[in-house]
């Protein structure tokens, strides 16, 4: 078994442990009303198992830029979160409620693990615009793709924020416009990912090796943006908060769409 293969069967292995986990936990949620995530055994497998996939993806289809993207999503994301929750963000203030599984370990109010989130969410968006651009006729500046990569990692927080205000993750004070959260809050997520993507765009840094994984591999960013997308979609209708399935839909349906059409090319 060449080494290829050998990395193609480990991302086959999580990709599929990550599908079931999902697809586990939804089907109980619509059952039930209750999630498995909710048990902190569960929450932290269903955590880590799509983190692992990714920043072995990641390591493995970029090499050391890989894990330089990882790490400075991580950094400025963890910065711009904690500046935020001492000082405001854009005038707004936010509070983490630190009852979820693995978030008790926290600096100035901000869990840790949640920088996990920056670095998995970044390096997903941008692997979608990426791929797009590669599937494109024409070239397409840096600087429009590190704004599309802003534009896919905040088309994932516009669903998933109203949900985790909704069952007591994070809560901001004053509420906001976009189901209590303010609009605010999504500038400073475009911006985060557009400030880490820029340097990398502008020197060819997320162009994959030619030779780091089989070819199949490149749908693994856009199975994880899918897995997110049906999660959320399914929140969203059983948790009765409809408004935010059009932002689901018009925001990161795009996004999908086009990448899938650009990698079957």
Do not use: K
């Amino acid at each position: 078994m060449d080494r290829i293969t050998g990395r193609g069967r480990v991302l086959a292995f999580l990709l599929g442990l990550v599908f079931l986990l999902a697809l586990t936990d939804r089907v109980v949620f619509i059952a039930t009303g209750f999630m498995l995530s909710d048990d902190g055994r569960y929450f932290l497998l269903l955590f880590y198992a799509p983190l692992a996939l990714l920043f072995l993806h990641a390591f493995w289809s970029l090499g050391r830029r890989g894990v330089l993207l990882l790490l400075l999503a991580g950094l400025v994301g963890a910065g711009g979160e904690m500046a935020a929750l001492r000082w405001g963000a854009f005038g707004v203030r936010y509070v983490y409620h630190l009852d979820v599984p693995g978030d008790a370990v926290a600096v100035g109010g901000f869990p840790l693990l949640v920088s996990l989130y920056w670095m998995a969410f970044i390096y997903v968006g941008s692997s979608l615009v990426t791929a797009i651009a590669e599937g494109s006729r024409r070239p397409v500046s840096p600087l429009t793709l590190a704004l599309l990569d802003g534009l896919a990692v905040t088309a994932i927080d516009a669903a998933m924020d109203p949900i985790q205000v909704a069952i007591g993750s994070w809560s901001w004070h004053g509420g906001g416009p976009w189901f209590a959260v303010p609009l605010e809050n999504f500038l400073g997520w475009f911006l985060t990912a557009f400030v880490v993507t820029l340097p990398f765009r502008l020197f060819g840094g997320l162009r994959p090796l030619p030779d780091g994984l089989p070819p199949w591999a490149r749908y693994v960013p856009v199975s994880i943006y899918a897995i997110l997308f049906a999660a959320f979609a399914v929140s969203l209708w059983f948790l009765d908060i409809r408004g935010p399935l059009l932002a689901l839909f018009l925001g990161m349906g795009p996004f999908l769409l086009l990448a899938l059409a650009a990698l079957r090319d």
